[in-house]
């Protein structure tokens, strides 16, 4: 249209179409100023939140699982919002991580003692990078699940459509099976988990054969554990059948996915069958099904009315989370909105879990610990299950400086000071591949050779793959950011290692595999005073030992890795 014809149409409207215009103008303009606000307010949180948790960090503080996932989440929310932060923070904080080291002493803090101070400043800076380049996948990924949703199309559901179909069930409507399976597999077991309720996880855990005693954080831990070897289970009963389990194994197969497992054969087989359809044939989350167990032990329910009957049941703050981190929303203004609302919920929790770790650890300072106190702390102790709850919280604790004190030995007898953080950077190339073939629809590849053979390939093609299958600048140069991260903690972890050599090799010097326990005491006065004799002294009752009163080099390592190798079990059941 020229300008005149343009001219000629304005000066035809009448009042009737300028009233409508304005009213018009009004409301983008209106809009617009609330979409900003919104987006400030949302900007505003999320820099506060990560400034607090940082700081946290920075003072030789560890972040809980929920805290580490809020950090994850308000970063991806601020490359979201400013994507020009991206090419600003993220080579300034990794140009000046060893400054940060410096200032801030206790942000990874030291185990060895001075005399090998100089040698482990070289491998704590490696240990930073690795971390940083951990928590920039994480990152990728919580900005990938949008993307990825965007583009694909995967979920046509949205956050809205969540509420319409949450309001039908938790008020009778009738929903199709279709539906129910389709939002079921959005409640995942992570979310699930970190947002049901003490009295639910006590279930969850009685269900399973689990002992309900410990923190809340703990119980989910063994949860999480506990689910992802029921689903490793589940792939393995569908490839060899479930009529090639004999009766025992089919009871206690039962009993693991919260069956009573008193029926008969047929039966039993029969409910295996149904949660392997619903766990691997439909997604359905194997929390969703332990949690639908109190439905369905009537046997009136079919399994998909157990789980409608169990979403119903499920808290807001389940349903939440959902809708603000697995669903788009059609209105921007709204899901802005509903992430800040999220963002506050859970500074809550946060803040109620702090609350009760503090009551946990004053509960654990104020407890006896002399014989002669046991008859004053059966009275001071209310009842036998918070005796039993105090009794794990210490075996807990005690587990976990066992594990420490076994890694930092571990280190002594390698025979690289480095294993540990080629056995974490292998992880992180494996977890790139993983990232990488996901929005790919690639097979990933096992092996540390072919994982490598996958990385260098994959940095060959990065460019345009990246580009592809993102389709976001934000994203993409992150993601080449990790890369080039990757290829330069390669580099660096073989410097460390050629600097530092065998020097660090106390233990095992004649490489027979096996030391005395005199040799582990000695090896311990290396450590860092803080850790202390008598943990050195419970380390080595713990260990097994042969004949001659050796200890395996390969027990003391297994000690020291047992809840890593659960970590990176549980990271494969999340990917897959």
């Excluded at 583009?151 to 199709?176: C, I, P, W, Y």
């Excluded at 691997?280 to 789980?307: C, D, Y």
């Excluded at 793959?465 to 994203?475: F, I, K, L, M, Q």
């Amino acid at each position: 249209m020229g300008i005149g014809p343009a001219l000629r149409a304005v000066a035809s409207m009448s009042r009737e179409d300028w009233a409508r215009k304005l009213y018009q103008w009004k409301d983008d303009f209106k809009g617009a100023i609330l979409h900003y606000w919104i987006g400030i307010k949302l900007l505003w949180a999320d820099v506060r939140i990560c400034s607090r948790l940082l700081l946290k960090l920075a003072g030789g503080k560890s972040l809980s699982r929920r805290e580490r996932q809020q950090l994850t989440r308000t970063t991806a929310d601020i490359f979201r919002l400013v994507p020009v932060a991206v090419f600003i923070i993220v080579p300034f904080m990794e140009f000046l991580l060893p400054v940060f080291l410096k200032l801030f002493p206790n942000m990874l803090p030291s185990t060895f003692q001075d005399k090998m101070k100089e040698e482990e400043a070289l491998k704590r800076r490696l240990n930073a990078r690795i971390e940083y380049a951990k928590f920039l996948q994480d990152t990728v990924k919580e900005m990938a699940k949008e993307i990825k949703t965007s583009h694909t199309g995967e979920f046509k559901q949205t956050a809205e459509d969540l509420d319409e179909f949450m309001n039908k069930v938790r008020t009778g409507g009738k929903v199709s099976n279709e539906k129910i399976l389709g939002f079921a597999k959005l409640f995942n077991d992570e979310l699930t988990l970190d947002n049901i309720s003490r009295p639910r996880l006590v279930n969850m855990c009685k269900y399973m054969g689990i002992q309900p005693y410990g923190t809340d954080a703990y119980l989910r831990y063994m949860l999480r554990s506990k689910l992802a070897r029921i689903k490793n289970d589940d792939r393995m009963i569908q490839i060899e059948g479930v009529e090639s389990l004999s009766e025992p194994e089919l009871r206690q197969a039962c009993r693991d996915r919260g069956k009573l497992g008193l029926l008969s054969i047929e039966e039993m087989r029969q409910q295996l069958r149904d949660w392997l359809d619903l766990s691997l044939n439909h997604s359905v989350p194997s929390s969703l099904l332990i949690l639908s167990r109190t439905f369905t032990m009537s046997g009136k329910l079919k399994p998909e009315e157990a789980v409608q009957a169990t979403l119903s049941s499920l808290p807001d703050e389940v349903v939440d989370t959902v809708g603000v981190t697995a669903l788009p929303s059609e209105d921007t203004v709204a899901e802005r909105r509903r992430k800040l609302e999220y963002l506050e919920m859970q500074e809550e929790l946060i803040k109620e879990e702090e609350e009760n770790e503090e009551e946990q650890q004053a509960r654990l300072r104020e407890s006896p610990v002399s014989q002669e106190d046991i008859a004053l702390q059966e009275m001071t102790v209310g009842t036998a299950g918070e005796a039993q709850e105090l009794a794990k919280s210490k075996a807990i604790d005690k587990e976990e400086q066992l594990c420490k004190l076994s890694r930092a030995l571990a280190v002594l007898a390698s025979a690289s000071s480095v294993s540990t953080e080629r056995a974490e950077f292998l992880a992180l190339v494996n977890k790139e591949i993983g990232l990488y073939n996901s929005m790919v629809d690639k097979e990933g590849e096992e092996g540390a050779e072919a994982a490598m053979k996958a990385y260098h390939a994959s940095r060959e093609q990065s460019d345009h793959a990246t580009e592809v299958s993102v389709g976001s600048n934000v994203s993409s140069s992150l993601i080449n950011r990790i890369d080039a991260m990757l290829h330069k903690l390669e580099k660096e972890i073989d410097d460390v290692d050629a600097k530092i050599g065998d020097r660090w090799r106390i233990l095992d010097r004649d490489y027979d595999g096996k030391v005395t326990p005199e040799e582990v005491a000695a090896a311990a006065l290396y450590l860092k005073d803080t850790l202390g004799q008598e943990p050195v002294q419970d380390l080595v009752s713990n260990l097994a030992k042969d004949k001659d009163g050796k200890i395996l080099v390969e027990d003391l390592v297994k000690l020291g890795t047992r809840k890593d190798e659960d970590d990176i079990s549980e990271e494969k059941h999340k990917q897959k």
